[in-house]
Nanobody, 115 residues
Framework: QVQLVESGGGLVQPGGSLRLSCARSGSIFRSYDMGWYRQAPGKERELVATLTNGGSTNYADSVKGRFTISRDNAKNTVYLQMNSLKPEDTAVYYC?????????WGQGTQVTVSS
């Protein structure tokens, strides 16, 4: 069964950077569309960025120009580089793998941006 494990979260000051990783188990014989989501306290989970198996990317307006989603198929890992972090970026960040009949989610990693 597919398993996604996020890492790289933590506490960072405003303006700082973090790089989140999503390590994937399961088949490495095909590439799946991947996404990063986040959920702040008291708010609904929202889409942050997507990366198709063809390499196309999309970003939420709130993170465009600051965040970059990428992948390393050899390492079976998806990344989210987060720069110029703001307090409003504070949330639990989740990795998502899109499959034909269902999606797989990681457990999430906490990102806290605070002075």
């Amino acid at each position: 069964q597919v398993q996604l494990v996020e890492s790289g979260g933590g506490l960072v000051q405003p303006g700082g950077s973090l790089r989140l990783s999503c390590a994937r188990s399961g088949s490495i014989f095909r590439s799946y569309d991947m996404g990063w989501y986040r959920q702040a306290p008291g708010k609904e989970r929202e889409l942050v960025a997507t990366l198709t198996n063809g390499g196309s990317t999309n970003y939420a307006d709130s993170v465009k120009g600051r965040f970059t989603i990428s992948r390393d198929n050899a390492k079976n890992t998806v990344y989210l580089q987060m720069n110029s972090l703001k307090p409003e970026d504070t949330a639990v960040y989740y990795c998502r793998q899109y499959n034909t009949y269902r999606s797989f989610w990681g457990q999430g990693t906490q990102v806290t941006v605070s002075s």
